[in-house]
């Protein structure tokens, strides 16, 4: 079963563009594109009038590939032109990232806007996900991810830096209120929907991403204190909720991850 999941508020030229430049690479360079999803603001639920649209992709080599002893580059890139950018990693890169803690293929499986893919596919592969990732280290991930931006707005004001700091915090909050889990939604909304937040909080929020919504240049200036207020606290929190892991035997995951690249390099014949 094929996937698509579109939303009527994209710029449908920009979307034809996507498809075409995904169609490009399947064909140029010889590789099957089982998944391709976005994966910027647009996907996290707080998009602003000249958002890019970045399409980010898992794609299989040819079979021949694989059984060369030559190794060939495991990324496709294509330039940025306009608002798209369309950039993709070859599936066994984005399992040995998996694997090593790197949540940014979960982040991809998880977003709720996908170009293309096979159900199968992706459902198999968020399975294998749940399995192996390493929760302390998914959410130290975000943790270094969040505070970065945090400090990066700390020095220039700008507010569209407030929501790369707040997605990240609001994913530790989901984290730790959702204990048995390792992979966390991507989309804004989702996150504060499955969470038990201050009231403060969710209006704040709800009226400064309706500002980003409808504003090309939001500008400098203060964090509304509800917000300001969270992040702080769950990254202070979650430096001691989710500790620096020791070596963790990674025997298994690399078992599962080979079993499931397997299945899909032979398919690509």
């Not at 594109?33 to 996907?43: D, M, T, Y």
């Not at 992709?57 to 040819?62: G, N, T």
């Not at 306009?82 to 979960?106: P, Q, S, Y």
């Not at 709720?112 to 959410?139: H, K, S």
């Amino acid at each position: 079963m094929s996937l698509r999941a579109v939303p009527e508020s994209m710029d449908p030229t920009v979307v034809g563009s996507v498809d075409a430049e995904l169609d490009r690479i399947e064909r140029e360079h010889r590789v099957r594109v089982p998944l391709a999803i976005e994966s910027g603001s647009r996907a996290w639920g707080f998009p602003s009038p000249d958002s890019d649209y970045d399409c980010r992709f898992v794609y299989v080599a040819p079979l021949d590939t694989y059984l060369s002893p030559w190794r060939t580059r495991d990324v496709i890139e294509t330039p940025l032109v306009g608002l798209l950018d369309v950039n993709g990693w070859e599936l066994g890169k984005a399992l040995r990232l998996l694997v090593k803690g790197n949540a940014v293929l979960i982040e991809w499986l998880m977003s709720p806007i996908v170009y293309r893919g096979d159900a199968g596919f992706r459902a198999e592969l968020r399975a294998l996900a749940e399995q192996i990732a390493a929760r302390d280290q998914v959410a130290r991930h975000y943790l270094h991810l969040g505070a970065r931006q945090w400090e990066l707005f700390d020095r220039n004001r700008s507010l569209k830096k407030v929501f790369y700091a707040l997605r990240p915090a609001m994913a530790l909050r989901w984290l730790r209120e959702h204990p048995e889990a390792a992979v966390a939604p991507m989309h804004l909304p989702t996150l504060l929907a499955q969470c038990e937040l201050p009231a403060d909080l969710v209006t704040a929020v709800a009226e400064l991403t309706e500002l980003k919504s409808r504003t090309r240049e939001m500008g400098s200036g203060a964090v509304p204190a509800p917000i300001a207020d969270f992040i702080v606290g769950e990254f202070g929190s979650a430096t001691d909720a989710f500790p620096r892991s020791g070596e963790r035997d990674l025997g298994r995951a690399r078992d599962l991850t080979a079993e499931f690249f397997r299945a899909q390099a032979l398919s690509a014949r």
